[in-house]
């Protein structure tokens, strides 16, 4: 195939494989705890399930990073991509708790590995004084694709079946995939001794610098408080009456928002500053919360997918900017490690919101989630002062 040149052949790639990638994301991440809920587990053993897959991520991600930076982000992103479609062929064998734990453990994992190989390439790929729009940008064909993931997921899994919904995931994972690594541009491996250079990032991981420490400290209130419910939306609307059809349109719907406005949000990024966006997001999200302690009628919902929308519209090019701020040196160990502290901050509390939600209620699992996510965006704007 003729090359493109780096630049414009990592960006077509990067932008394929959001699409494809996007609609096989969106589809499991819409209908994988309401599968869990339809075959008769638990709020709390769903959110076990979340806790021990989101641990091996966890563990996982600084290694990973050090491969990015050894053999290359685009090798990283096409491994990724596999690991996605091993989780989604993990739902075709016949549903047990085991089964759960490893397709989710698989998806954390395409998620960890994945999201700092293709935030390495993109940012080795383009200006730096352009970075914030050209994420918003990808993210915004990202979120174009998951506007149809979860609506055409769900019409299959209420016509035909689960099993249907996850081979059609399945299939455009593979496609996607396949497509990101004949349109890439193959980069150098940069290290003599990969083992040497994936144990300095565990080390590294436990002795930050002090800006990464800043970054740790937001990441870990921002995803301690969105997991406690997040991963279970699904499951916590299905467990509220909502159709299949009508969880697909949820999702459906903030991917719309998101798709419409990631560009413009990463605009803004580039012109007031990552930190006050990444504060608005969270303003939006806890506005969100508010609505969802009681998520009825659908028309409810439909406006609590758009806040939703829009808080992740806006804090996905903050987030990505300010690492790159803070890390310009060993990049995609800086965008594993991020992920890794992301992972563990996340690992327990879908356990914590599981059991807050069967025993206690939802206000409670809503309002310490609002505490956690504002205390983030504030100290946001307070502390990461570049």
Same mark, same amino acid.
């Given at each position: 195939?003729?090359?493109?040149?780096?630049?414009?052949?990592?960006?077509?790639?990067?932008?394929?494989?959001?699409?494809?990638?996007?609609?096989? +994301?969106?589809?499991?991440?819409?209908?994988?705890?309401?599968?869990?809920?339809?075959?008769?587990?638990?709020?709390?053993?769903?959110?076990?399930?979340?806790?021990?897959?989101? #641990?091996?991520?966890?563990? #996982?991600?600084?290694?990973?990073?050090?491969?990015?930076?050894?053999?290359?982000?685009?090798?990283?992103?096409?491994?990724?991509?596999?690991?996605?479609?091993?989780?989604?062929?993990?739902?075709?064998?016949?549903?047990?708790?085991?089964?759960?734990?490893?397709?989710?453990?698989?998806?954390?994992?395409?998620? +960890?590995?994945?999201?700092?190989?293709?935030?390495?390439?993109?940012?080795?790929?383009?200006?730096?004084?352009?970075?914030?729009?050209?994420?918003?940008? #990808?993210?915004?064909?990202?979120?174009?694709?998951?506007?149809?993931?979860?609506?055409?997921?769900?019409?299959?899994?209420?016509?035909?079946?689960?099993?249907?919904?996850?081979?059609?995931?399945?299939?455009?994972?593979?496609?996607?995939?396949? %497509?990101?690594?004949?349109? $890439?541009?193959?980069?150098?491996?940069?290290?003599?001794?990969?083992?040497?250079?994936?144990?300095?990032?565990?080390?590294?991981?436990?002795?930050?610098?002090?800006? #990464?420490?800043?970054?740790?400290?937001?990441?870990?209130?921002?995803?301690?408080?969105?997991?406690?419910?997040?991963?279970?939306?699904?499951?916590?609307?299905?467990?509220?009456?909502?159709?299949?059809?009508?969880?697909?349109?949820?999702?459906?719907?903030?991917?719309?928002?998101?798709?419409?406005?990631?560009?413009?949000?990463?605009?803004?990024?580039?012109?007031?500053?990552?930190?006050?966006?990444?504060?608005?997001?969270?303003?939006?999200?806890?506005?969100?919360?508010?609505?969802?302690?009681?998520?009825?009628?659908?028309?409810?919902?439909?406006?609590?997918?758009?806040?939703?929308?829009?808080?992740?519209?806006?804090?996905?090019?903050?987030?990505?900017?300010?690492?790159?701020?803070?890390?310009?040196?060993?990049?995609?160990?800086?965008?594993?490690?991020?992920? $890794?502290?992301? $992972?563990?901050?996340?690992?327990?509390?879908?356990?914590?919101?599981?059991?807050?939600?069967?025993?206690?209620?939802?206000?409670?699992?809503?309002?310490? $989630?609002?505490?956690?996510? %504002?205390?983030?965006?504030?100290?946001?704007?307070?502390?990461?002062?570049?």
């Amino acid at each position: 195939m003729p090359r493109l040149g780096h630049w414009r052949g990592n960006l077509l790639a990067l932008a394929v494989f959001a699409v494809f990638r996007g609609f096989s +994301v969106s589809g499991f991440h819409a209908f994988f705890t309401a599968y869990m809920k339809y075959v008769g587990f638990s709020m709390g053993s769903i959110g076990s399930v979340i806790t021990i897959a989101s #641990l091996t991520g966890a563990i #996982l991600a600084p290694g990973f990073g050090a491969f990015i930076d050894c053999y290359g982000a685009r090798i990283a992103t096409s491994i990724t991509g596999v690991i996605l479609a091993i989780a989604l062929a993990l739902l075709l064998a016949p549903p047990s708790y085991l089964v759960f734990v490893a397709a989710y453990a698989f998806f954390m994992l395409a998620f +960890v590995f994945g999201q700092p190989a293709r935030a390495t390439l993109l940012a080795k790929s383009v200006p730096r004084e352009k970075h914030g729009y050209y994420v918003g940008l #990808l993210a915004a064909l990202f979120s174009a694709a998951r506007i149809a993931g979860p609506l055409v997921t769900g019409l299959i899994v209420a016509r035909f079946s689960f099993r249907t919904g996850w081979i059609l995931l399945l299939f455009f994972a593979c496609i996607g995939v396949s %497509l990101f690594h004949l349109l $890439s541009e193959r980069d150098p491996r940069k290290c003599t001794n990969p083992i040497e250079e994936m144990k300095g990032a565990y080390r590294r991981i436990l002795s930050p610098s002090e800006n #990464l420490k800043k970054i740790y400290t937001l990441i870990a209130m921002d995803r301690t408080g969105w997991s406690l419910w997040f991963p279970m939306l699904s499951a916590y609307l299905y467990g509220h009456g909502y159709s299949e059809e009508q969880v697909g349109a949820i999702f459906t719907i903030g991917a719309f928002i998101q798709a419409l406005s990631m560009t413009g949000w990463g605009r803004l990024v580039d012109k007031v500053g990552p930190q006050r966006v990444l504060l608005a997001s969270e303003l939006v999200g806890v506005t969100a919360m508010a609505l969802l302690v009681d998520p009825v009628p659908f028309l409810k919902g439909a406006l609590i997918a758009a806040l939703l929308g829009t808080s992740i519209a806006s804090w996905v090019p903050s987030y990505n900017k300010l690492i790159a701020l803070y890390a310009p040196q060993r990049l995609g160990e800086a965008y594993a490690s991020a992920n $890794s502290v992301r $992972s563990l901050a996340g690992s327990f509390t879908p356990s914590i919101g599981g059991l807050l939600f069967d025993y206690v209620g939802p206000a409670s699992v809503f309002g310490l $989630s609002s505490i956690l996510v %504002l205390s983030a965006g504030l100290y946001a704007v307070e502390k990461l002062k570049i």
